[in-house]
């Protein structure tokens, strides 16, 4: 299985953030994969933003949880962020995962580089 980030690497502050994690050898709709973004700020840990489930439904962090949306396209085995009113603070590698029942992180992207220009 494998797990590819696109989208822009830089974004202005105020601007809406969309990347897409493109997956092989998997589908999306597979039963109990829990597909996420996770980023992580230079200096510091991972962050779990939210994931779009096998049935369509999603969960966020709440922290992030009004500005964040994670959508899905079946068609194309694809799941896409939007991080709304980006900050200099969003600065990140942002990476997608695949998930199961267990929480285990099993599948990563390689992570993409998104910095936010004040």
């Known amino acids: 299985v494998q797990l590819q980030e696109s989208g822009p690497g830089l974004v202005k502050a105020s601007q809406t953030l969309s990347l897409t994690c493109t997956v092989s050898?998997?589908?999306?709709?597979?039963?109990?994969?829990?597909w996420s973004w996770i980023r992580q700020p230079p200096g510091k840990g991972l962050e779990w933003m939210g994931a779009?489930?096998?049935?369509?439904?999603?969960a966020y962090i709440p922290s992030l949880k009004s500005r964040t949306s994670i959508s899905r396209d079946t068609s194309k085995n694809q799941f896409t962020l939007q991080l709304n009113s980006v900050a200099p603070e969003d600065t990140a590698v942002y990476y997608c995962?695949?998930?199961?029942?267990?929480?285990?992180?099993?599948?990563w992207g390689q992570g993409t580089q998104v910095t936010v220009s004040s």
């Open positions: 995962a695949g998930v199961d029942y267990m929480f285990r992180f099993n599948y």
């Open positions: 050898g998997a589908s999306i709709t597979t039963n109990y994969y829990y």
């Open positions: 779009i489930a096998y049935s369509g439904n999603t």
